[in-house]
């Protein structure tokens, strides 16, 4: 047996030629180290932590299962460094959540099931002396004061090391908490609270906007509604002037004025001939014609009953 560093950076010990009973035949080196790492701080924050612990009907097998006072199973620690698809990784999670116990899983790099499941990303020591680090999963919420809408609020990742996140997970110090976006971190119950907040007056300004829209709207389409009764009153208006035009030309163009004679005979000033309370003159007959008298100051001439007909006394001052 040697030891050496592997390609993360972490020492360990390995076979010049693997024995078939080595109890490590089966996994890597750093899947190895990192279970060692997560028992170690599970140990250290005062719980009792097993490694390779199965249920009883065989459905999942913990890489460490920490225990709590009670001597009863609760959380599963997956030193998981082989590829897995998040349909995977959700479903191991659904298994042991199946038996009450919750899960973290552990990596050290960049996994695309990490965002789905309570997880953390750590990095081995770099040298002597140092402890593995917490690279992503620890996040904290941070509000710019003063704490209005208007101030800048965001989920963000802290680092920290393996022991002390390992110890916050065990002692329910910090939680798991999905955020709007699906993204699963470990943070604190105060963070949550306060990102709770922050929603609701989201949530209250949001409807604010979304009430004085909806006035705007409201006054908007009784604005176009008062225009569209005037444009409807004026058309009426229109309407009615023109039928009432229609009418008076009407009566005056259908009125009585008379034959052509009387219209001729029509003086221009004064009222109408035909309105005249003086009867119109008799026409004198054939025998009027042949024998007219005479009185003083008139003189008659008889004549043929054409000169007759054409012919009117007329009065000789």
């Not at 890489?63 to 349909?87: C, H, K, N, W, Y």
């Not at 054939?286 to 007329?314: H, N, Y």
């Amino acid at each position: 047996m040697f030891a050496r560093v592997s390609p993360h950076r972490a020492r360990h010990f390995y076979h010049q030629v693997r024995p078939r009973d080595c109890e490590l035949a089966h996994e890597s080196p750093e899947h190895h180290l990192l279970k060692l790492e997560l028992a170690t701080a599970a140990r250290a924050a005062g719980f009792r932590a097993e490694l390779e612990v199965a249920n009883g009907a065989r459905t999942w097998r913990a890489d460490v299962l920490v225990f709590d006072g009670q001597d009863r199973p609760f959380m599963a620690l997956e030193a998981q460094l082989s590829p897995m698809t998040p349909q995977d990784a959700q479903e191991r999670t659904d298994r042991y959540a199946g038996d009450g116990v919750a899960v973290c899983w552990v990596s050290v790099e960049k996994r695309p099931w990490e965002r789905g499941v309570p997880s953390l990303r750590v990095a081995p020591p770099r040298s002597r002396g140092d402890a593995w680090t917490v690279r992503y999963g620890m996040a904290r919420y941070t509000w710019a004061a003063p704490r209005t809408v208007k101030a800048k609020a965001a989920w963000t990742h802290i680092s920290c090391s393996l022991d002390e996140a390992i110890r916050w997970i065990l002692q329910g110090r910090v939680h798991s908490h999905t955020g709007p976006d699906g993204t699963v971190w470990w943070t604190a119950p105060s963070y949550i609270q306060l990102a709770v907040v922050r929603a609701r007056l989201e949530a209250d300004a949001e409807a604010v906007l979304q009430a004085a829209a909806a006035e705007r709207r409201q006054q908007a389409a009784e604005q176009r509604a008062a225009a569209a009764e005037a444009r409807r009153r004026a058309a009426e208006d229109r309407r009615r002037a023109a039928e009432q035009e229609a009418q008076d030309s009407g009566r005056s163009g259908s009125g009585w004025r008379g034959s052509s004679s009387t219209r001729a005979c029509r003086p221009r000033c004064g009222p109408p001939s035909w309105i005249w309370s003086a009867p119109p003159p008799a026409r004198p007959s054939r025998a009027a014609t042949r024998v007219l008298p005479t009185e003083a100051g008139c003189s008659s001439t008889a004549g043929s009953t054409r000169q007759a007909r054409s012919s009117w006394p007329v009065c000789v001052p």
